[in-house]
């Protein structure tokens, strides 16, 4: 095997002596690299945020913002990362060097204050600094020394700039109205910078990877069928891709892997396709990239990213994690199930194809066996033409759901032909709201039908006390839900 390495700022840097646990920001961080700052440890705060060459949707390379304080230093053998010190070119002895479009922005705007969050907030405005697709809006007029706001709405600048970017990044001190005026006022990159320049080539190609020390190793094959011979021979490997759970028990709870297997370049898990019966979405694929490849087709599914955590989170979170868990509050198995989709899992042998209804047995358990591992998500086709994702959270982002419903329904002629509902964070494992579906389908969409419904939604499931939501205000938000979308939908069903 070739030594693993990592090229950061342009300059291939070994990954030894670093133990396979330890994340990109220690890594960082021990290299002398410390702009990149640890806050939380487990990816809420972007303090860590570095960029990252990825497979780009509209050109060879996109530039990606990820939490370096959950990404193993070794998953990154191969690949190239700028962090908040390679942003500014030039310099030299006795020669400053030129600050980046987004670190003059932040200066001047008056973005930051202790400066703690400051590299975070830069790297993650870079990553949309240089997002293919941003454009300004036209006739606007991005002027920096102007306190108007010319943005369509308040989340969006007249640069095209979306500040969802940050939702991952906070800041303590500063305020983020200097920050979003920063945002707001960046312009396109030149011709001549190299980043820019950087996306027309294609990234780093996958790298195998057999990284040991410490007594761990990190392991990462060229095929699914090698990582599946891998996982046959050590069915105790903790199998990760965006490690966006793991890295938080790596980092909260000091958990450590003998092996970890990583499956996040696998192309057989990486492919998205629309069949003529169904979409078929590799298990691999980040929310990011499964959200701008399906740009909007499946309504569901867009409702749910944009309150899926942050936009750090899902540049690095796939669905074969999120249901690989098996967590009862993941956000993506509510919507899933009103999709009613399958997983396709693999293993040694060959696959198996089985509905998402019957995947979770009990808490964070599910029917995948020893050895095998979620290949693909398959959602029907065609979709339900009514459908919402509503969340009910502390935070109206980068939080974790106290309950999430998912509603897929098939309206005609004013009655409910089909009704399919996901539930989360009211049982043990996600689940679909049976009940809730057979009072709904036959009859009227009306308000008495709505009203009983509702009330045989409170009741579904088995919420808990805990400290997000008391069991009562998790049965009061079900019937509320459903309420709710009766009220935003009658209106649309009617024309």
Known sequence: MVEA????????????????????????????????????????????????????????????????CLVPAASLDGQEIITSEGLATGGGPGKPPTLHPVQEEMAVRGGSQCGYCTPGF?????????????????????????????????????????????????????????????????????????????????????VATEYAQDGGVFLRRDTLAETLQVLRERPDAVVVAGSTDWGVEVNIRSRRADCVVAIDRLPELRELRVESDHIEIGAALTLTEIERRLDGDVPLLAELFPQFASRLIRNGATLGGNLGTGSPIGDSPPALLALEASVVLADADGEREVPLADYFTGYRQSVRRPGELIRAVRIPLPLSPVVAFHKIAKRRFDDISSVAVAFALDIEDGIVRTARIGLGGVAATPIRALATEAALEGKPWAAETVEAAAQVLRSQGTPMNDHRASAEYRSAMLGQSLLKLYAQTTEAVSS
């Open 122 to 206: 830069i790297c993650s405005m870079a990553a949309e600094y240089y997002r293919p697709d941003r454009c300004a809006h036209a006739d606007s007029d991005v002027d920096s020394d102007s306190d108007s706001d010319d943005s369509t709405d308040a989340e969006h600048g007249p640069n095209g700039f979306d500040l969802h970017a940050l939702s991952g990044n906070l800041c303590r001190c500063t305020g983020y109205r200097p920050i979003r005026d920063a945002a707001f006022a960046v312009g396109t990159p030149v011709d001549e910078d190299p980043l820019a320049q950087r996306r027309e080539q294609s990234p780093p190609a996958p």
């Open 5 to 68: 390495r990592i090229t950061v700022n342009g300059k291939e840097t070994p990954i030894s002596p670093a133990a396979p646990h330890i994340t990109a920001l220690d890594f960082l961080r021990e290299r002398g690299l410390t702009g990149t700052k640890e806050g939380c440890a487990e990816g809420e705060c972007g303090a860590c945020s570095v960029l990252v060459a990825r497979p780009g949707v509209n050109k060879p390379t996109d530039w990606v913002a990820v939490n370096a």
